[in-house]
């Protein structure tokens, strides 16, 4: 479980979360939603330890992580799998190297294994066939995959934390990532994603949330957020109107 008490955090005199609290558990599925430098990527940096928060607490697992040394917050960043929203990739590497980086960073495998394991992780994101292509090779939402398949090369998550994953994409290669991401789920292994796109958070998230200047104004299922009464979130969702039907947009798994 992700636990968040009181977090608060500015980049110097710019306060980006304030008294924030809540808690999450492995399994969710959750969508944090808001508007642009309302603070979505610093949750995420917050979780990993990244950045600290300067008051209030953060527990991950149960432990204390706000005066962890180095070490111990490595340790708990293993915990998870980061999609981070620029994705970047090694530029002189091809994809199959992209994402051997990260394998040979955790494990101690042999060449074979290292081969086999990255075939398995390409072909389960679906571009076993752009292995041997190189980043500046690739279109976004091939880029998008690579990143993702290197970050579940990088370890055995409790939980994937994907910051905004389907921003730039056209809506075919959106909801690709949309059904691996739900696919990625099956297991019990939970997410949280952050995102401004509402059709993309309703197609994969069961819980939402809506941060709006740096605290929670909203939390709840998709039908309640699809009801809310705040302006706001009344005019995020407004985007569905001319796009995709919320009712049923959840992508079954
Ligand atoms: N390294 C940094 N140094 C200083 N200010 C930063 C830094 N990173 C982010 N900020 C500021 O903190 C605020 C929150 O940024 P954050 O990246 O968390 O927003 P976000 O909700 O993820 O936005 P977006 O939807 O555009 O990705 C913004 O005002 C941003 O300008
Ligand atoms: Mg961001």
Do not use: W
């Not at 309302?38 to 706000?66: A, C, F």
């Not at 929203?85 to 495998?109: I, M, P, W």
């Not at 390409?122 to 939402?141: K, R």
């Amino acid at each position: 479980m992700i636990e968040f008490d009181r977090v608060s955090f500015s980049y110097g005199s710019n306060s980006v979360l304030k008294d924030l609290s809540f808690s999450i558990g492995f399994e969710e599925r959750v969508a944090i939603l808001g508007g642009s430098g309302d603070g979505k990527t610093t949750i995420l940096k917050i979780i990993l330890g990244l950045v600290r928060p300067d008051s209030g607490r953060v527990l991950i697992d149960g432990e204390d992580m706000t005066d962890r040394d180095e070490d111990g917050l490595r340790e708990s960043r293993m915990k998870f799998s980061m999609v981070f929203q620029e994705g970047a990739l090694f530029d002189s590497l091809t994809v199959k190297e992209n994402v051997a980086f990260c394998l040979r960073e955790y494990d101690h495998l042999s060449e074979e294994d290292v081969d086999a394991r990255v075939r398995h992780i390409l072909g389960t994101v679906g571009i076993e066939h752009a292995m041997d292509l190189m980043p500046e090779e690739l279109s976004g939402g091939m880029h998008r995959r690579v990143a993702l398949a290197r970050s579940l090369a990088a370890c055995d998550p409790k939980m994937f934390l994907y910051d905004e994953p389907t921003t730039g994409l056209d809506p075919i290669n959106a909801d690709n990532i949309c059904r691996l991401i739900v696919d990625l789920a099956r297991e019990g292994t939970g997410f949280i994603v952050v995102t401004h796109k509402v059709v993309d958070a309703l197609k994969v998230a069961k819980r939402f949330m809506f941060l709006k200047n740096g605290a929670l104004s909203f939390e709840g299922s998709s039908a309640e957020l699809m009801g809310a009464a705040d302006p706001d979130i009344r005019r995020f969702i407004s985007e569905l109107r001319y796009g995709a039907d919320a009712q049923g947009a959840e992508i079954q798994s």
